[in-house]
C-alpha cells in the first residue's frame, strides 16, 4: 500500500501530495507505535483531523502534551474528545493557568482572555479531568512533559541554553524525551553518552561532554522525512502543534513515534480552518488567534 504525504502549501485548499514508498514508512500499524499531539488549543476541527489520520493509520497509543485548551473556541469538546479517546495527557500552562491565577497573571491580556472564557466553557467534568493531569510521566521507556524535561510546564527547550539543555539530556534516565509548547516541530541529539551519568556531578558533566556533541534540527515540510533514532544517542524531540501553528505552516502538526522501528514520523494534516478560525472570531477572542489558523 502507498501512503501520500500532503505537501506545505499556503495558499491553496486541499494541499497537493506527494508518495512515499511504503518502506520509508515502516510498519506503522504494528504493535509499539504512539502519535504523540500537544499543543491543541481549543482547536476541534484541527484534532479531529488528527485523529482520523491517526486512526487511518492503525496507531494505538495516543498521548497528549498538554495545552489542550487556550486561544481556540472549543475546549470542552476537545477535553471531552481525549477523555472519550482515552488519551494520555499532560499538564500545560494553559491549563495552569485555569486553575491557578498566579499562572494566569503572567499570561499576555489576550492569552488571559482566552483562559478566562474557557472557565466558563468547560463543564465540571472536564475540569476535574484538567486537575488531575500530571507534569510529566514516564511511558514506553520515554519522557513526557509539556515544557522541558524532567519536568517543567513553563520552559521553553527552543530558548534553553545548550550547555543546560547537553546536561539535562545527559543525566536523565530516558533516552527518548517528547516536550511540546514551543509549537515547533524540531528535535536535539546527543551524539555522546556517559556511562552511569547518575554518579556524575552536574558540573563535570559539562567537561566530560562538548557543545559540539548536542544537533539541533527541524523537521523538514517538504520532505516529511522521518527521523531515524540510533541506539547509541539521546533525543529530545518537540512535537509541534496541533491546533495553534507559529511556524508559517497552517496545518495541524504532530509525530508517530515507531519504537520497533527506531523512527519518528512528523505528520503534516490539513484541516478546515475556515470553520475553526470563524468560530475564534465568533466568541470574540482576539483576531490574530483566528489568523494563525489560516497562515500559520
Ligand atoms: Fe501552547
Keep these: 500500500m502507498k501512503i501520500t504525504l500532503p505537501i506545505h502549501n499556503l495558499e491553496k485548499h486541499p494541499v497537493s501530495h506527494i508518495d512515499i514508498p511504503p518502506g520509508e514508512l515502516g510498519d506503522i500499524s504494528s504493535s509499539g507505535t504512539t502519535a504523540v499531539i500537544s499543543d491543541i488549543h481549543g482547536n476541534l476541527e484541527a484534532l479531529d483531523a ?8 492503525g496507531v494505538e497509543n495516543l498521548v497528549s502534551l498538554g ?20 488519551a494520555t495527557c499532560l499538564m500545560g500552562n494553559h491549563e495552569l493557568a485555569l486553575l491557578d491565577d498566579h499562572c494566569l497573571g503572567t499570561f499576555n491580556p489576550g492569552a488571559a482572555q482566552a483562559v478566562r472564557m474557557h472557565r466558563k466553557l468547560l463543564s465540571e467534568e472536564s475540569m476535574n479531568f484538567i ?8 511511558k514506553h521507556g520515554a519522557r513526557f512533559v509539556h515544557g522541558l524535561p524532567p519536568g517543567s510546564i513553563l520552559e ?6 545548550d550547555k543546560k ?13 517528547f ?21 556524575i556531578s552536574q558540573s563535570r558533566i ?17 520532505t516529511s522525512r522521518p527521523l531515524t533514532l540510533r541506539k547509541t ?41 475556515l470553520t475553526a478560525a470563524g468560530k475564534i472570531k465568533k466568541r470574540g477572542l482576539p483576531g490574530h488567534f483566528a489568523e494563525k489558523l489560516l497562515y500559520g
Design 50 to 57: 488528527v485523529l482520523e489520520d491517526i486512526d487511518s493509520l
Design 67 to 86: 495545552d489542550q485548551v487556550g486561544y481556540g473556541a472549543d475546549p470542552e469538546r476537545v477535553i471531552q474528545r481525549l477523555i472519550i479517546r482515552n
Design 131 to 138: 486537575r488531575t493531569l500530571p507534569r510529566s510521566i514516564v
Design 156 to 161: 521553553y527547550v527552543s530558548l534553553t541554553p
Design 165 to 177: 539543555l547537553m546536561r539535562i539530556m545527559a543525566i536523565l534516565k530516558q533516552t527518548m524525551s
Design 179 to 199: 516536550t511540546g509548547h514551543t509549537h515547533l516541530m524540531m528535535w536535539f541529539e546527543l551524539t555522546e553518552i556517559l556511562n552511569n551519568p547518575e554518579d
Design 206 to 222: 559539562g567537561s566530560k561532554l562538548s557543545l559540539n556533541n548536542l544537533k539541533r534540527e527541524s523537521f523538514n515540510a517538504a
Design 233 to 273: 544517542r539521546r533525543y529530545l524531540v518537540n512535537s509541534g502543534s496541533v491546533g495553534q501553528p507559529r511556524d508559517g505552516d497552517w496545518r495541524a502538526k504532530y509525530l508517530i513515534w515507531n519504537r520497533d522501528r527506531g523512527i519518528i514520523l512528523p505528520r503534516y494534516v490539513p484541516y478546515d480552518n
